[in-house]
């Protein structure tokens, strides 16, 4: 095998190889689209190798179209080579779409490797030797392009501050100096002779060394900035927040994990134990979803499969697998599979969002049949994950202490109301504003006097046989946090009102140690929205108001009684200094209307 054969052909044939594998590798640690162009382009850079290879070795053709039709192939790869190292130079920043200068870079390159083709025709025959002038030559034309992104990726290294971008852009300059300085009468490359093509490999091994740089600082500066991003959820930490209170920040944070990836969908799944505290939040999918994942199971046995399975599960072919180990009871996988036939997802990633000691839910990543994340990515994605299992478990700490706050301030302030105040229904209105604050319910209702924030005259309530006369039955509180219809078949209730409850909590109101009354906090269009710490607080709470009503007895039976003895005492006067028993009779009868109701005709 000549010198020629090995500085023209072999080295950098095995050169462009080596980085066509390179970047393979490295499109699948990181999937992103700009590796993937270079991946491509060093494809169809190593197949003009090939060509040339193949057209170095085999006997000169005598058919002058064969000859043409390699030659010209041979040059269509080099014009595929430089139009998707141009259209890389996009790809760092947004999704690729084709753009009309695209298509006439490649016009453009396609007539210059014509144009060079019908130089190398001479009379019908193809000669190789016969050189068009430098102007025209197609690798001057590639030469200007990777100049070109050479200039683009230095500026990228400039405003990002990039060690690799800048040698990347280094290397392409070279590279391009030697593409395009090899078409002139080069004295350099006359003196040496072949020893100058061994040089063209040595910027491309540059570029190789550039683009692991780039994938290692794209993974750093992915880690510093979304920590710095995910390590807050943005919200006042003055204020006792709802879960609806937190949707836009959970959102920020889900569009923020999915702005680099193709699908643009994913949803936060959080596992039943929080919903009352964090909201789930998806983008891409029908409003349905989450309501469906939270009910019947789906999106527990998601959570819990992944929090089992180290941090990540990965399903493919959804419809047609069966259930993964560990296997769950209750028929919850086959659940999971409806809620995703529904939506026309046929493979999904989950990726646990948790802590040492809590298991906070999932997001789940919809993707086609290929793998979504390379293993960099999954390992940069699980990361990320724990480090939002941080902040919410930060901020989980954070509302628990502002949540406790909040309830002695509460219990405070009722044991004021009911050291102010003696009247009953007032005690009551008081009391149901001050819980009406800390409960996210709908209705915070007593059974005694006050019912839907308005005050009912005194009266006897009808008996039926619902949620509330089990509670006086038993003299226990009751916590339903979902389906409360299973609920009430379980404990013998039969009795439904027009508008059902999805989550219901109530404590006995005790008078003299006997229940007689029912204190209920009810959320009508949400389950889980009290918690057992609510219950707890909810017996405290109706302690207080069974003294409060008991105080404001006794304090209504003393005037009552005070106010009869001053009426016999009235009346023992009226008696004794009265000198006509008409006139006694008279004054008697005034201070009977005076003092009692009555009904006359």
């Known amino acids: 095998m000549s010198s020629v054969a090995i500085s023209l052909v072999i080295i950098p044939g095995v050169v462009a190889f080596l980085l066509f594998l390179l970047f393979t590798y490295l499109h699948a640690q990181s999937r992103q689209a700009y590796f993937r162009a270079w991946q491509l382009g060093w494809a169809a850079y190593t197949l003009h190798y090939a060509i040339d290879a193949w057209t170095f070795f085999r006997a000169p053709w005598s058919n002058v179209y064969f000859s043409s039709l390699v030659y010209f192939l041979g040059s269509l790869t080099m014009v595929a080579m430089a139009l998707c190292i141009f259209v890389s130079t996009r790809l760092m920043r947004e999704r690729f779409r084709l753009r009309w200068y695209d298509i006439a870079l490649a016009i ?46 230095y500026r990228y290294a400039y405003q990002k501050g990039s060690l690799a971008f800048r040698l990347l852009a280094i290397s392409l300059a070279v590279w391009a100096v030697l593409m395009g300085s090899g078409e002139f009468q080069n004295p350099f490359l006359e003196k040496f002779g072949s020893l100058g093509h061994f040089l063209g490999p040595i910027p491309q091994m540059l570029l190789g060394i550039a683009m692991v740089m780039v994938l290692f600082e794209n993974e750093r500066n992915a880690v510093q900035e979304n920590a710095l991003a995910f390590s807050t959820l943005g919200v006042d930490p003055r204020r006792l927040l709802s879960a609806g209170d937190l949707v836009p920040s959970l959102q920020s944070i889900l569009d923020r994990l999915i702005s680099p990836l193709s699908a643009r969908r994913a949803v936060i799944c959080i596992a039943e134990p929080w919903r009352s505290i964090l909201p789930s939040v998806q983008r891409g999918f029908s409003p349905e979803l989450l309501t469906k994942l939270e009910k019947g199971g789906a999106g527990d046995y998601i959570c819990e499969l992944a929090y089992r399975r180290g941090g990540f599960v990965t399903f493919r072919n959804v419809p047609e697998m069966t259930e993964p180990l560990p296997a769950f009871p209750g028929g ?40 979504l994340f390379g293993a960099s990515n999954l390992r940069l994605l699980i990361g990320l994950a724990l480090q939002i299992g941080l902040t919410l478990e930060n901020y989980v700490v954070m509302h628990d202490a502002q949540r406790r706050t909040k309830e002695y301030e509460l219990l405070t302030q009722i044991g004021q109301a009911i050291s102010s105040r003696l009247d009953q229904d007032e005690v009551l209105r008081t009391i149901q504003k001050e819980l009406g604050q800390i409960f996210e319910g709908d209705e915070i209702r007593f059974e005694l006097e006050v019912e839907r924030g308005q005050v009912l005259p005194r009266r006897s309530r009808k008996v039926s046989k619902g949620l509330t006369e089990h509670i006086i039955r038993t003299g226990q509180p009751l916590l339903l946090r979902s389906d409360i219809e299973k ?30 009354g029912v204190m209920a906090a009810m959320s009508m269009d949400r389950e889980y929205a009290f918690e057992p710490r609510d219950l707890e607080v909810m017996r405290t709470a109706a302690g207080q108001v069974s003294v409060a009503v008991e105080n404001a007895r006794l304090f209504a039976e003393e005037q009552r009684r005070s106010h009869q003895l001053g009426f016999l005492n009235n009346i023992s006067k009226t008696a004794i200094s009265s000198e006509s028993a008409e006139q006694m009779l008279g004054e008697i009868v005034a201070e009977i209307q005076k003092n009692f109701r009555y009904d006359h005709g």
């Open 332 to 371: 919850r996988f086959e659940r999971f599979k409806e809620v995703l036939a529904a939506e026309d997802i046929r493979n999904v990633t989950a990726v646990s969002v948790q802590t040492r000691e809590h298991n906070f839910g999932v997001i789940l990543f919809p993707h086609a049949e290929r793998q």
């Open 108 to 153: 453009v390159g396609v007539g210059l490797a014509l144009w060079n083709l019908r130089v190398h025709v001479v009379s019908g025959v193809f000669r190789s030797e016969v050189l068009p002038q430098p102007h025209y030559r197609l690798e001057f034309g590639l030469a200007a392009i990777l100049l070109y992104c050479s200039f683009h990726f």
């Open 487 to 516: 609920a009430r078949e379980r404990i013998g209730i039969t009795y439904v009102p027009a508008r059902p409850a999805k989550c219901f909590c109530a404590a006995p109101i005790l008078l003299g140690g006997k229940p007689a």
